[in-house]
């Protein structure tokens, strides 16, 4: 029985992947995004981290482009374009794994409060209309202004403010799907809470939380960006945020300094729209409605 | 589009709507009670002793700390200090800001309309300039300038807007000031002033509007899609309407309801918007205030600006949704 079901559920991947691919933008977001996760992987195995130690920077500072430093040199004589590399690495491990973390709170809370009802399911609903509401971004400034500073601040600040859109969407899924009858008959044969929701539920909204991970991340890369813009992120690591913020305190843009300017935005900018561009294509397949009548 | 008759006609309907009002006003009021008492458990309960996360990396000795513990009542039991606080709240009382020595409630007061200025204004010609885009693509579903559009949107979308702001400035050069809100050396009358004003005003308004517009364009898209295929408006065309009378007087002011509200529900992200902004420009309002407050941390004034901030935010979406009320004439009526 169980392989009839994994033979249905690979067919169902292989079909998902052919609409998937009939999105030329999504396809598009999909490699350039693979690109860049395996550039970031390849950093430390390609270049020498001993280059983003300020004591240890070789080159002049303020340099424009050159055949020695493709893309400058920072107000420290660092090299901009070794800085960006690196950079990509916390931009991305950041973004990802605040969105992992938001991602499970938000479905924890989505079927819980689906799932049991009752007054404690009211109170869930409440904090997570309130969470909706509030500025995500003003309340991670609070947050990761009063906690030590590092990246697993940012993380968790990241994580705490954006989980409540998915709770949302996930509790609305739940209860479509807890009002199937198969689910009836599952508690007629004595599944008990967990078998329902382990067994039935869970599958069912997996694919639109996938879709909804897509969409955080990119959130969550531009939330980090400006956390360390504003001085919150981790002193000692190099973000693109944290690269934006040395360059506003260094006078970059009166020293017209574009190509410290330049990298790590763009950074932000083609990592931001490539998750958009495969959540949006994702989004798409997996939500008949959208899909249009081309 | 008038709302059919029959909704004044039923006595009930008026309790309905005042319930209505009277529940979205509770839940308000919770919302900002929740606000209030998030704020004091972020900077009074999570840092332990603020006095420590204040100082840190300073040189005090032992008696600056209790001195300033006894400053702010940090030495006080924890339901007395929750106590005050609400009450100082309630009296518009939010502590002393350490950096500025002045109370936080009158330095908010004094930032608070560089903000709205900022923020209302971009926000008008964002909403304006992302209807205008999203009908016209909608209307041309899949044409060129559809495409293009709704490229250009994403793009937006997908910066922070603090990087375009610097990107603008610097390519602008001297075109425009790189900061303030209006130079020391200006004439004291009103319209060397208001001019002085909006030539500063220039970068910090392109900014958040290119960062902003894209999912007022986004939306009213989709929303006018989906009323694209409905019968009332091959009926419209049956009675020979022309084109642009058809999606001027039908399918937009229907397409137009989800919008109007979200233009309220998203007026956080331009309060968030504007606090990286205002950084990058030097614009005087309670963004570069949490910004300053920030590097101290300044907390008395750090929890001011999260109290105000958050709070005008839960107003904003009350407003939103009363005006749904009144807009809506199938909620109305309901």
């Known amino acids: 029985m169980t392989s009839i079901v994994w033979q249905r559920r690979r067919a169902a991947v292989g079909s998902t992947w052919r609409d998937f691919t009939r999105d030329r933008g999504g396809l598009i977001g999909l490699v350039v995004l693979g690109a860049v996760v395996v550039l970031a992987l390849l950093a430390p195995l390609v270049t020498d981290p001993a280059a983003l130690d300020v004591t240890k920077a070789a080159g002049e500072r303020w340099q424009p482009p050159s055949g020695e430093y493709w893309f400058g040199t920072d107000h420290t004589g660092r090299s901009v374009l070794l800085l960006t590399w690196w950079g990509s690495r916390i931009s991305l491990l950041v973004g990802l794994t605040a969105t992992v973390l938001s991602v499970m709170i938000g479905t924890l809370v989505g079927i819980t409060a689906a799932h049991f009802g009752g007054w404690p399911s009211a109170g869930l609903m409440w904090v997570t209309s309130f969470f909706l509401v509030l500025p995500s971004l003003v309340l991670a400034i609070a947050l990761s202004s009063v906690l030590p500073r590092g990246i697993w601040t940012i993380v968790l600040a990241i994580a705490v403010t954006s989980w409540a859109s998915t709770a949302r969407l996930v509790r609305a899924q739940t209860l479509s799907v807890e009002a199937r009858p198969y689910i009836e008959r599952a508690r007629v044969l004595g599944g008990g809470h967990a078998h329902v929701i382990g067994r039935h539920v869970l599958p069912a909204v997996l694919p639109l939380v996938f879709v909804n991970t897509t969409l955080t991340v990119a959130n969550a890369i531009v939330a980090e960006a400006t956390l360390s813009f504003l001085g919150l992120g981790d002193p000692a690591a190099v973000s693109w945020g944290s690269m934006l913020r040395a360059a506003n305190l260094h006078g970059a843009v009166s020293q017209r300094a574009w190509w410290f300017l330049l990298p790590p935005g763009l950074g932000v900018v083609v990592v931001v729209l490539t998750f958009t561009l495969v959540g949006r294509a994702l989004e798409t397949v997996l939500n008949p409605r959208l899909r249009g009548d081309r | ?334």
């Open chain 2, 1 to 334: 589009m008038t709302a059919p008759p029959l909704a004044e006609s039923s006595p009930r309907r008026g309790g309905g709507v005042l319930r209505h009002v009277a529940g979205k006003l509770g839940g308000a009021l919770a919302g900002l009670a929740g606000v209030v008492v998030l704020g004091f458990f972020l900077f009074r309960l999570i840092p332990g002793d603020p006095t420590v996360t204040m100082t840190r990396g300073r040189q005090v000795d032992e008696a600056q700390i209790a001195e300033l513990r006894a400053l702010h009542g940090y030495d006080r039991p924890i339901v007395e200090q929750f106590g005050q606080y609400v009450g100082g709240l309630l009296h518009g009382d939010m502590g002393t800001s350490l950096f500025y020595r002045r109370t936080v409630a009158e330095l908010i007061a004094e930032r608070v309309w560089p903000t709205l200025l900022l923020v209302g204004t971009s926000t008008l010609i964002a909403v304006t300039l992302g209807l205008w885009l999203g009908i016209r693509g909608a209307w041309r579903r899949d044409s060129p300038f559809d495409r293009a559009s709704t490229g250009v949107a994403l793009v937006g979308w997908a910066m922070p807007a603090f990087w375009l702001g610097m990107l603008l400035s610097m390519a602008t050069g001297n075109l425009f000031p790189s900061g303030g809100m209006r130079f020391s050396n200006t004439p004291p009358d009103f319209w060397s002033q208001a001019l002085d004003v909006a030539h500063h005003m220039v970068l910090p308004c392109l900014t958040l509007i290119a960062v902003v517009y894209a999912q007022y364009q986004l939306v009213m898209r989709s929303s006018l899609l989906e009323e694209m295929n409905a019968d009332y408006l091959t009926t419209a065309r049956a009675k020979g309407l022309r084109d642009d009378q058809v999606r001027r007087r039908h399918a937009v002011p229907n397409a137009l309801l989800p919008t109007v509200t979200l233009v309220f529900l998203h007026i956080g992200l331009v309060v968030t918007g504007a606090i990286t902004v205002e950084t990058v420009f030097s614009w005087p309002g309670l963004g570069l205030l949490t910004y300053e407050a920030l590097a101290g941390p300044d907390l008395p004034l750090l929890q001011g600006t999260f109290v105000v901030l958050a709070g005008s935010v839960i107003v904003m979406n009350v407003l939103a949704d009363l005006l749904y009320q009144v807009l809506d004439p199938r909620v109305r009526a309901s």
